[in-house]
């Protein structure tokens, strides 16, 4: 089978590819690409906002932080990208696997872990994480909240976050209005997608895209399909909502195994 590469793909502008020949390297080149941007963003702001991915692709970078020497934890903030409409405990919800994996045992202040409230009915979790969000863009005297670094993942079907191919969150004219009537912009919300007939809460592309960097981690055979045609551009993003990731004014890498990359390992 030709490589992907072989075929004329016009990358996208500002899109920086780190292949890895295997998940295992993706997720230790990925976890040092995290600290350093964690590091320079503590050096220049105090602080740093790491919002993390769901999924099961990022648990080895997730183990890979665990192990790995860094002074600064007790000046990070933790966000997620997204978080399925399940309790915290469930086994299915993102907040989970990250703490049983990494953040349970971190120096991370609890209180700098801003999981969803996924207990909660979907509306009223989301509502809580987009006022959560507000206030650090007060702090950061800005309309939207800009994480440090947000890492994502992709699913077969091109979706990111819990941003599913036809969904209405990619069509932001559908911006609620705060109390002045003035267009206010969603940073989070509750999305029922219809090909897994469940609800998810998901960061908003306004919030994805206002990401001082974003780090897509795509692994996997399964995601080649999908990988080339986001890459390839030759989409729009309603129906591979990865591909509003080329819109980004931050930078934005994806780290890739070989099998996502060229279709087979
Ligand atoms: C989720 C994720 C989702 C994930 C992709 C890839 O809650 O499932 O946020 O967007 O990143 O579905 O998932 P895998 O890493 O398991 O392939």
């Known amino acids: 089978m030709a490589s992907s590469l072989t075929a004329p793909m016009a990358m996208p502008r500002g899109a920086v590819i780190r292949l890895a020949d295997s998940p295992a390297t993706l997720a ?7 600290l350093a941007v964690l590091e320079a963003a503590i050096a220049w702001r105090g602080e740093a906002h790491l919002g993390l991915a769901g999924g099961r692709t990022p648990t080895a970078l997730y183990q890979a932080l665990a ?6 934890w007790s000046r990070v903030h933790v966000w997620f990208g997204d978080e399925r409409a399940v309790p915290p405990e ?38 809580r994480y987009h006022d959560a969000l507000l206030a650090l863009a007060a702090r950061q005297e800005r309309p939207v909240p800009a994480l440090d670094l947000l890492l994502l ?58 990401a001082r960097t974003v780090v897509v981690l795509v692994a996997g055979e399964d995601k080649h399909p999908a990988l080339r045609r986001v890459l390839g551009q030759a989409t729009a993003a309603i129906d591979a909502p990865a591909v509003l990731l080329h819109h980004l004014p931050g930078d934005v890498a994806w780290f890739v195994d070989r099998a996502a990359l060229f279709g087979a390992a």
Do not use: K
Request: proline share 9%; no cysteine; net charge negative.
């Open 67 to 72: 192990a790995l020497p860094f002074e600064g």
């Open 153 to 210: 993942g992709m699913g077969a079907d091109a979706h990111t976050a819990s941003l599913f191919p036809g969904s209405p969150l990619l069509d932001e004219s559908q911006a609620d209005r705060d109390a002045h009537g003035a267009t206010a912009p969603r940073l989070a919300a509750a999305v029922h997608v219809p090909a897994l007939d469940t609800w998810r809460l998901t960061l908003t592309p306004t919030t994805i895209q206002a």
């Open 28 to 34: 230790q080149a990925a976890a040092s690409e995290v």
């Open 90 to 127: 469930h086994a299915e919800s993102n907040y989970r696997m990250a703490n049983e994996v990494w953040l349970a045992a971190a120096p991370i202040p609890p209180s700098q872990v801003h999981r969803w409230e996924s207990e909660l009915a979907p509306a009223a979790a989301a509502g």
